[in-house]
């Protein structure tokens, strides 16, 4: 994704292979981080279902982190939370 | 409904890595919108902050077949999309069964776009039609659009001196649907995940065209915090400014009924937008904001007999 | 096989013919009945076309633009008022390099609202990036069709085919038309590389292009359109070797050995045959280029034929209002420039705006004026118009 290409090298018309914006890193946007905690974490998916940045990481039906590279920081995960769990919490992002 | 676990082991349609706001409801509509199809799915998009936002070359967050042409022509674009299907599916050149949704925002649904919509819907195409609406036009900055409420300070109706922001009251966008005689039409809001993506099954699934009104708040627009794009939307619910509920084949049924009507300030007073309505002199804006709500729960509440 | 058909009616033959998967069309004078006939087709169950029938124009060609990124092939008719509110997506249609065909039928544009025939509409979506050709009669109109769809599809751009409105959309002739099958033989099955129904293949078609990649998009439409004219080409050599009928980018009447010489397009090329003839049994040495393909414009080719022509006409059927002349002048005029041809007199006439009539005498009064000019070597109104009240 790096290499600009040239108008002979580019697909015919305005053709983009899908998904290739998880190249693009957005991490760099964030003024807070949301900190996971597995063990408070009641897997309610609650976070995961309201992320707009698609950040909040999932595997094998768990979920297990939060993608940084794409998280923009906004803190609906934490907000959103159940708060019996407050399982991600908010943190002033490291620059 | 799958729960959402079984639905978070589905492969995820909507990548990070888009160019959306931080905290944006466009994202979040368009990712519960995705984990709810069923089947694969095309999208038409029109051109709007979901689309700029989400496909800039060479980046695109969309792991499905997605087309934008221009603003106002979503609905005639993916009806162009469904005739093809049928076309060639018709001389057994595609045998896979697919979904068409086609998403604009309020600007390319409400305003500009709406003549194409209504055409389509007329006709009749298998098609889900999403409005994206966030109550102003956000792409190119902030104006007014007919979903705009009223008293809302927007770009192109400010509140100033002698404004209080916008005189004219939103107009129903989803009445107008249900008066296509269409078999579904919904309204609800991103904030209700598990209202919202049933809504999206149920009118993928009627055999003709149908149309979901979904309230998307916008940190940007209304003037909030991030965090709190989705308690905007369970506020306008509970306040009853924006009413969940479906049509199906001309039946109305309330979707949610909050446990105690609250008033719409508190739908209000966190957003930048109605601040000025809380200035001194400013009352009877807020007043017939109130009214106007009622009189439409009340139609509402009417219209599904409870 | 010979039948006699009005340019409409020829121009929606060739579309059953050729079966397209889409139609979305919107009825509007004079090409109303192309969609008309084409309705009754679908109808009939003479071809399998999911038939849109749209709420405007601009929903139109969106749904053409639509279904045509959907991987089918698709078909449209218009005209006037309806190309001008397709205007936005002509445009689209061609970046998207879409090989969308319309049946276009020339009239003029409002306002004064007019209903008849002129080339302005055509002529103000010249630079959207479609392929253009003009139809002399019903003839040219049906066997253009057929080729647009070729043209399109190995292009990778969009076609319009004109007629001049009710003066060939509703006039009856006899035509040569080819059988079903054989049609079908020539345009063959439509195979798109890529299409968003192919859903084992996702991908995003329309993304916003900003200075880092507009640039190289357009810069590769250009050159699909400077590489459309080979195509053409070729395209009309099959069509003339498998139903003998020859096309190029024009058709030279006479023109090879000829001193004074009148462009045009159109209807208005027949009446200038009979004009040409005439002064030929006179031993005057008078010739015509009538220009088929306006999009690309064959600059080269046009400018190596006037070579031999002393004092040349351009006939245009539109105006420009701002522009130093009408369209087609300002065209081979600046080809002629850049060839550094400047010996070549020349002289532009706009005629026929609104569907007004060109005659014979008035034809011949143009070649007149390039006699004179020949003589003089003087040009004294480089912009004309004729058959207007002063």
Redesign the interface.
Same mark, same amino acid.
């Given at each position: 994704m790096d290499k600009k290409l040239g108008w002979k090298e580019l697909p015919e018309g305005d053709i983009l292979e899908a998904g290739t914006a998880k190249n693009f890193k957005t991490g760099d946007w964030r003024s807070s981080r949301p900190v996971y905690n597995p063990e408070k974490c009641i897997q309610c998916f609650i976070c995961w279902i309201n992320c707009p940045d698609s950040s909040i990481i999932v595997k094998d039906g768990k979920v297990v982190g939060i993608d940084y590279e794409h998280c923009k920081g906004c803190g609906i995960c934490a907000k959103e939370c159940p708060p019996k769990a407050s399982a991600i919490t908010m943190e002033a992002e490291k620059k | 409904m799958a729960?959402? *676990? +079984?639905?978070?082991?589905k492969e =995820?349609l909507?990548?990070?890595? #888009?160019?959306?706001?931080?905290?944006?409801?466009?994202?979040?509509v368009a990712?519960?919108v995705l984990?709810a199809c069923e089947k &694969?799915v095309?999208i038409?998009n029109a051109t709007g902050c979901l +689309?700029?936002a989400?496909? %800039?070359? &060479?980046?695109?967050?969309? *792991?499905? &077949?997605?087309? #934008? @042409?221009?603003f =106002?022509?979503a609905?005639?674009? %993916?009806?162009? %999309?469904e005739?093809?299907?049928?076309?060639?599916k018709?001389?057994g050149?595609?045998t =896979?069964e697919?979904n068409f949704i086609a998403f604009g925002g309020d600007g390319g649904t409400y305003d500009i776009g709406l003549?194409?919509l @209504?055409?389509?819907m +007329?006709?009749g195409h298998r098609i889900l039609y999403i409005c994206y609406n966030n109550e102003a036009y956000m792409n190119t900055g902030i104006q007014r659009s007919s979903a705009t409420p009223k008293g809302a300070n927007t770009t192109t109706a400010p509140s100033g001196k002698r404004s209080t922001g916008k005189i004219q009251a939103r107009k129903d966008l989803t009445a107008i649907m249900v008066a296509h005689n269409i078999p579904y039409v919904a309204q609800t809001t991103?904030s209700f #995940?598990n209202d919202l993506i049933p809504k999206v099954q149920k009118a993928l699934a009627v055999d003709g065209p149908s149309f979901m009104n979904i309230l998307q708040p916008c940190r940007l627009g209304w003037g909030y $915090? $991030? =965090?709190?794009?989705?308690?905007m939307g369970r506020l306008a619910a509970d306040t009853c400014i924006w009413p969940i509920y479906e049509v199906e084949n001309g039946l109305y049924k309330l979707n949610y009924k909050p446990k105690e009507k609250n008033p719409v300030t508190e739908w209000l007073k966190p957003q930048n937008r109605f601040k000025h309505l809380f200035s001194p002199g400013n009352e009877e804006i807020i007043k017939q904001l109130q009214e106007d709500v009622d009189k439409n729960w009340e139609k509402i509440l009417s219209n599904c007999n409870t | 096989m010979k039948t006699i058909k009005t340019g409409n009616e020829a121009m929606a033959e060739a579309m059953r013919q050729i079966n397209p998967d889409v139609v979305a069309a919107y009825p509007i004078t004079p090409a109303t009945e192309i969609v008309m006939i084409f309705s009754q087709f679908v109808a009939d169950g003479l071809v399998d076309t999911e038939y849109i029938a749209v709420e405007s124009e601009h929903s139109a060609m969106s749904a053409c633009i639509g279904a045509s990124a959907a991987g089918a092939r698709v078909m449209t008719s218009t005209s006037s008022q309806g190309l001008a509110l397709m205007y936005e997506m002509l445009y689209i249609a061609a970046g998207l390099r879409l090989p969308i065909v319309i049946a276009e039928v020339n009239r003029a544009l409002s306002s004064p609202i007019n209903i008849h025939g002129d080339h302005s509409d055509t002529m103000g979506a010249r630079d959207s990036g479609w392929i253009q050709l003009f139809s002399e009669n019903s003839q040219e109109a049906y066997d253009n069709i057929i080729q647009a769809v070729k043209i399109a599809e190995t292009a990778k751009l969009p076609v319009m085919v004109t007629t001049d409105g009710f003066i060939i959309s509703h006039c009856t002739e006899v035509i040569e038309m080819v059988s079903d099958d054989e049609v079908k033989k020539f345009v063959g099955a439509y195979k798109p590389a890529r299409f968003l129904l192919d859903i084992k293949n996702p991908y995003t078609l329309g993304a916003i292009d900003l200075q880092d990649y507009y640039f190289e998009h357009k810069r590769q439409e250009a050159e699909a359109m400077r590489n459309a004219g080979k195509i053409i080409l070729d395209v009309a050599a099959d069509f003339d070797k498998k139903f003998g009928r020859k096309y190029e980018f024009f058709e030279k009447y006479k023109l090879d050995d000829a001193e004074i010489a009148v462009v045009c397009m159109g209807s208005a090329s027949g009446t200038t045959k009979v004009v040409v003839d005439e002064l030929r049994s006179k031993g005057i040495k008078a010739g015509l280029l009538k220009l088929r393909v306006f999009r690309p414009f064959p600059y080269n080719e046009i400018i190596k034929e006037l070579s031999s022509v002393n004092a040349l006409a351009v006939l245009d059927r539109s105006d420009t209002f701002s522009a130093y002349s009408g369209p087609l002048f300002t065209e081979i005029t600046s080809s002629l420039y850049t060839s550094l041809n400047s010996k070549l007199l020349t002289l532009n006439y706009i005629y026929g705006l609104g569907g007004r009539d060109i005659s014979t005498e008035q034809i011949k009064s143009v070649f007149d004026d390039l006699a004179k000019i020949s003589q003089t070597k003087k040009v004294e109104n480089l912009i004309n118009y004729i058959g207007v009240r002063e």
């Amino acid at each position: 994704m790096d290499k600009k290409l040239g108008w002979k090298e580019l697909p015919e018309g305005d053709i983009l292979e899908a998904g290739t914006a998880k190249n693009f890193k957005t991490g760099d946007w964030r003024s807070s981080r949301p900190v996971y905690n597995p063990e408070k974490c009641i897997q309610c998916f609650i976070c995961w279902i309201n992320c707009p940045d698609s950040s909040i990481i999932v595997k094998d039906g768990k979920v297990v982190g939060i993608d940084y590279e794409h998280c923009k920081g906004c803190g609906i995960c934490a907000k959103e939370c159940p708060p019996k769990a407050s399982a991600i919490t908010m943190e002033a992002e490291k620059k | 409904m799958a729960n959402l *676990k +079984e639905l978070s082991k589905k492969e =995820e349609l909507f990548t990070g890595g #888009h160019r959306l706001c931080s905290g944006c409801g466009a994202g979040i509509v368009a990712r519960q919108v995705l984990i709810a199809c069923e089947k &694969p799915v095309v999208i038409a998009n029109a051109t709007g902050c979901l +689309e700029v936002a989400t496909t %800039i070359f &060479p980046y695109t967050a969309w *792991k499905v &077949p997605w087309f #934008h @042409s221009a603003f =106002e022509n979503a609905a005639a674009t %993916i009806a162009g %999309i469904e005739a093809a299907y049928n076309a060639l599916k018709k001389k057994g050149k595609i045998t =896979e069964e697919i979904n068409f949704i086609a998403f604009g925002g309020d600007g390319g649904t409400y305003d500009i776009g709406l003549q194409a919509l @209504s055409g389509a819907m +007329e006709r009749g195409h298998r098609i889900l039609y999403i409005c994206y609406n966030n109550e102003a036009y956000m792409n190119t900055g902030i104006q007014r659009s007919s979903a705009t409420p009223k008293g809302a300070n927007t770009t192109t109706a400010p509140s100033g001196k002698r404004s209080t922001g916008k005189i004219q009251a939103r107009k129903d966008l989803t009445a107008i649907m249900v008066a296509h005689n269409i078999p579904y039409v919904a309204q609800t809001t991103l904030s209700f #995940h598990n209202d919202l993506i049933p809504k999206v099954q149920k009118a993928l699934a009627v055999d003709g065209p149908s149309f979901m009104n979904i309230l998307q708040p916008c940190r940007l627009g209304w003037g909030y $915090p $991030p =965090e709190d794009t989705i308690r905007m939307g369970r506020l306008a619910a509970d306040t009853c400014i924006w009413p969940i509920y479906e049509v199906e084949n001309g039946l109305y049924k309330l979707n949610y009924k909050p446990k105690e009507k609250n008033p719409v300030t508190e739908w209000l007073k966190p957003q930048n937008r109605f601040k000025h309505l809380f200035s001194p002199g400013n009352e009877e804006i807020i007043k017939q904001l109130q009214e106007d709500v009622d009189k439409n729960w009340e139609k509402i509440l009417s219209n599904c007999n409870t | 096989m010979k039948t006699i058909k009005t340019g409409n009616e020829a121009m929606a033959e060739a579309m059953r013919q050729i079966n397209p998967d889409v139609v979305a069309a919107y009825p509007i004078t004079p090409a109303t009945e192309i969609v008309m006939i084409f309705s009754q087709f679908v109808a009939d169950g003479l071809v399998d076309t999911e038939y849109i029938a749209v709420e405007s124009e601009h929903s139109a060609m969106s749904a053409c633009i639509g279904a045509s990124a959907a991987g089918a092939r698709v078909m449209t008719s218009t005209s006037s008022q309806g190309l001008a509110l397709m205007y936005e997506m002509l445009y689209i249609a061609a970046g998207l390099r879409l090989p969308i065909v319309i049946a276009e039928v020339n009239r003029a544009l409002s306002s004064p609202i007019n209903i008849h025939g002129d080339h302005s509409d055509t002529m103000g979506a010249r630079d959207s990036g479609w392929i253009q050709l003009f139809s002399e009669n019903s003839q040219e109109a049906y066997d253009n069709i057929i080729q647009a769809v070729k043209i399109a599809e190995t292009a990778k751009l969009p076609v319009m085919v004109t007629t001049d409105g009710f003066i060939i959309s509703h006039c009856t002739e006899v035509i040569e038309m080819v059988s079903d099958d054989e049609v079908k033989k020539f345009v063959g099955a439509y195979k798109p590389a890529r299409f968003l129904l192919d859903i084992k293949n996702p991908y995003t078609l329309g993304a916003i292009d900003l200075q880092d990649y507009y640039f190289e998009h357009k810069r590769q439409e250009a050159e699909a359109m400077r590489n459309a004219g080979k195509i053409i080409l070729d395209v009309a050599a099959d069509f003339d070797k498998k139903f003998g009928r020859k096309y190029e980018f024009f058709e030279k009447y006479k023109l090879d050995d000829a001193e004074i010489a009148v462009v045009c397009m159109g209807s208005a090329s027949g009446t200038t045959k009979v004009v040409v003839d005439e002064l030929r049994s006179k031993g005057i040495k008078a010739g015509l280029l009538k220009l088929r393909v306006f999009r690309p414009f064959p600059y080269n080719e046009i400018i190596k034929e006037l070579s031999s022509v002393n004092a040349l006409a351009v006939l245009d059927r539109s105006d420009t209002f701002s522009a130093y002349s009408g369209p087609l002048f300002t065209e081979i005029t600046s080809s002629l420039y850049t060839s550094l041809n400047s010996k070549l007199l020349t002289l532009n006439y706009i005629y026929g705006l609104g569907g007004r009539d060109i005659s014979t005498e008035q034809i011949k009064s143009v070649f007149d004026d390039l006699a004179k000019i020949s003589q003089t070597k003087k040009v004294e109104n480089l912009i004309n118009y004729i058959g207007v009240r002063e």
